[in-house]
Each structure stands twice: as structure tokens, then as C-alpha cells.
């Protein structure tokens, strides 16, 4: 069993832990007296200094996507970590182009069998590349790896670009699998994030005496199915109201109550902006949300 599925099987059955990023600082001693600086040439630029990590990425976000274009909700804190923007013709780790893309789409038919074919080879292979610099970053100023990977996605961006690029993030990431949040465009609250986990690229067999519920939500445009992998705890429930969704999963969690996990397959049209509202409607009953590109969720 893998770290990713035991991680997983925590939050499912159990309860999840979740590690937090450590502060960095550096720290020297008291500069001397600066001498007057001298008259800079027009073509050397200084810094814009910019107060913490939500600041730096809604000025990148304003000058790569739009901030415009975000996908509107209220969500939660944004934690530092390493930033990847997506947009329609490139995806983006901190300010570096590291893959482009085709109408949001990658062009890239090979799939890494490190994500089980989930992602494409040069995506990994670009991720792969930014850990190890990350690591070697890390151990020159004995610091931890982040663990956090924050993603902000066009909102029309199809939700298989998004589920493929973080599915290369977290299989590249050595030694565990990292946290992930959506960047969200919160009116009057600045940017926000909303946290999610990824289902294992091979699927995910629920142990006896897990306890879980299995439950799992496959939707495209209008169209929801809600079922559990035992039909005799929760019954299949097929609409195409977000309103009558929100009632189902309530009545779920009054026969549930300790239940927290649900597991989210965006089918076929949907983009990003589809993908956060649906997973808006189901975090008030069930907020530890985990997407899927449709692997198997097997109960014995």
C-alpha cells in the first residue's frame, strides 16, 4: 500500500493529519551604514516588495491569467506553498513556463506510469524537475520541502487539465504526497483557497473494518449521480438540481454524522469553475473533498 492510499484511507475512515509548512526566515547581523546609492541606469529595475505569500500571487495571478477569470466562491485561508498557475496556453510553476497547452489541453498523449497514465509524461517529468530543485533548495538551507501545492486554475479550464497537472505535482513530490488548495476569487475577502486530495492514480481498496462510506459524486454539467459503493447505506440518487444534491447529502450526514470524505468525478465538459461550484454545494456536509479522474473505488 502506498503512502498516498494510506494517507488517503486516514481521511476516509478515520481522520486526517495534516502537516503545516514551517516558517522560513533569515536572519544576519546588523548591516553597516549604507553609503548613498548610486544613480541606477534606466534599464535595471528594483523589486516591488509585496506583503506576504497571498499578495505575491494575486499580482502574478493579475498579470498571467486575470484575476478575472478566476472561479468565484467564498473559501479559506491561502497557505503558503509552491504556486502553480494554469491557464489556457501554459502552465506555470511560480513565474517559470514549464509545459504549454492547446485550448486549455495538453498535447502531450503519453501518459507517466508514475500516475498510473494519469498525467502526461512532460508534465511529471516538469514537476520532477521543480522538487529536486526544491530539495536541493531545502537542504542548502536546512529547511523542509514545502508541502503545500497551491493552483490557480482559468476558470474555464477543462477539469482533466486540472486533475492531470495535479496528479503530476503530487506523484513527483519525493517521499509523500502534498497538500493541495484551489486558488478561489473571493469579492471583497482578496484570494481564498479551497483544499482538496486526490483519490490514488491505481484506485483506492477500502480495508475491512475501514468504516468508511465510500460516498462518491459523478457529475457533468447539470447532471449528478450520488451513490456509495454499498448500495444498502446509500441509495443511488440521480438529479439535475445542485438544490436537490444539497438536500440528498444532508440527509446523508444525519444517518452519517462522523462521515467527512466524498469523492468528486467531474465527467466529460466540465471545467474549473463547474468543478468549484459543485465542490462549494457539497463542503458545508462533507469537506474533506477528494477528486478523481475515475479510478476504481473498491469495497470487499
Given at each position: 500500500?502506498?503512502?498516498a492510499?494510506?494517507?488517503?484511507?486516514r481521511?476516509?475512515?478515520v481522520?486526517?493529519?495534516?502537516?503545516?509548512?514551517p516558517?522560513?526566515?533569515?536572519?544576519?547581523p546588523?548591516?553597516?551604514?549604507?553609503?548613498?546609492?548610486a544613480?541606477?541606469?534606466?534599464?535595471?529595475?528594483?523589486?516591488?516588495?509585496?506583503?506576504?505569500?497571498?499578495?505575491?500571487?494575486?499580482s502574478?495571478?493579475?498579470?498571467?491569467?486575470?484575476?478575472?477569470?478566476?472561479?468565484?466562491?467564498?473559501?479559506?485561508t491561502?497557505?503558503?506553498?509552491?504556486?502553480v498557475?494554469?491557464g489556457?496556453?501554459?502552465?506555470?510553476?511560480?513565474?517559470?513556463?514549464?509545459?504549454t497547452?492547446?485550448s486549455?489541453?495538453?498535447?502531450?498523449?503519453?501518459?507517466?506510469p508514475e500516475?498510473?497514465h494519469?498525467?502526461?509524461?512532460?508534465?511529471?517529468?516538469?514537476f520532477?524537475?521543480?522538487w529536486?530543485?526544491?530539495?536541493?533548495?531545502?537542504?542548502?538551507?536546512?529547511?523542509?520541502?514545502?508541502n503545500?501545492?497551491?493552483?490557480?486554475a482559468?476558470?474555464?479550464?477543462?477539469?482533466?487539465?486540472?486533475?492531470?497537472?495535479?496528479?503530476?505535482?503530487?506523484?513527483?513530490?519525493?517521499?509523500?504526497?502534498?497538500s493541495?488548495?484551489?486558488?478561489?476569487?473571493?469579492?471583497?475577502?482578496?484570494l481564498?483557497?479551497?483544499?482538496?486530495?486526490?483519490?490514488?492514480?491505481?484506485?483506492?481498496?477500502?480495508?475491512?473494518?475501514?468504516?468508511?462510506?465510500?460516498?462518491?459524486?459523478?457529475?457533468?454539467?447539470?447532471?449528478?449521480?450520488?451513490?456509495?459503493?454499498?448500495?444498502?447505506?446509500?441509495?443511488?440518487?440521480r438529479?439535475?438540481?445542485?438544490a436537490?444534491?444539497?438536500?440528498?447529502?444532508?440527509?446523508?450526514k444525519?444517518?452519517?454524522?462522523?462521515k467527512?470524505?466524498?469523492?468528486?468525478t467531474?465527467?466529460?465538459?466540465?471545467?474549473?469553475?463547474?468543478?468549484?461550484?459543485?465542490?462549494?454545494?457539497?463542503?458545508?456536509d462533507?469537506?474533506?473533498?477528494?477528486?478523481?479522474?475515475?479510478?476504481?473505488v473498491?469495497?470487499p
Amino acid at each position: 500500500m502506498t503512502v498516498a492510499t494510506r494517507a488517503l484511507l486516514r481521511v476516509l475512515g478515520v481522520s486526517l493529519a495534516v502537516a503545516s509548512l514551517p516558517a522560513l526566515a533569515l536572519a544576519g547581523p546588523p548591516a553597516a551604514p549604507a553609503a548613498p546609492p548610486a544613480e541606477r541606469p534606466a534599464s535595471v529595475q528594483s523589486f516591488e516588495r509585496l506583503p506576504g505569500f497571498a499578495a505575491v500571487v494575486m499580482s502574478h495571478i493579475a498579470a498571467s491569467i486575470g484575476l478575472d477569470v478566476l472561479p468565484a466562491a467564498a473559501g479559506f485561508t491561502l497557505e503558503a506553498g509552491v504556486f502553480v498557475t494554469l491557464g489556457l496556453d501554459r502552465v506555470q510553476v511560480f513565474d517559470r513556463d514549464v509545459a504549454t497547452l492547446h485550448s486549455g489541453r495538453s498535447t502531450d498523449t503519453h501518459g507517466a506510469p508514475e500516475c498510473a497514465h494519469l498525467c502526461p509524461v512532460s508534465l511529471f517529468d516538469a514537476f520532477q524537475a521543480e522538487w529536486l530543485a526544491l530539495a536541493i533548495e531545502s537542504s542548502e538551507r536546512v529547511v523542509e520541502i514545502p508541502n503545500n501545492v497551491v493552483i490557480a486554475a482559468h476558470g474555464q479550464l477543462p477539469a482533466e487539465t486540472l486533475l492531470a497537472a495535479a496528479y503530476a505535482a503530487a506523484s513527483a513530490r519525493p517521499l509523500r504526497p502534498p497538500s493541495l488548495a484551489l486558488v478561489l476569487g473571493s469579492s471583497g475577502r482578496g484570494l481564498q483557497g479551497q483544499p482538496f486530495m486526490l483519490l490514488p492514480p491505481q484506485g483506492l481498496e477500502l480495508g475491512q473494518g475501514s468504516a468508511a462510506l465510500g460516498l462518491q459524486l459523478q457529475f457533468t454539467r447539470g447532471r449528478y449521480l450520488l451513490r456509495a459503493e454499498d448500495p444498502g447505506v446509500v441509495r443511488a440518487v440521480r438529479t439535475e438540481s445542485l438544490a436537490a444534491l444539497r438536500a440528498a447529502l444532508r440527509e446523508i450526514k444525519k444517518r452519517h454524522l462522523g462521515k467527512q470524505a466524498i469523492i468528486v468525478t467531474p465527467g466529460e465538459g466540465v471545467n474549473v469553475g463547474d468543478l468549484v461550484e459543485v465542490m462549494v454545494a457539497v463542503r458545508a456536509d462533507f469537506p474533506r473533498i477528494v477528486l478523481s479522474a475515475g479510478q476504481d473505488v473498491i469495497l470487499p
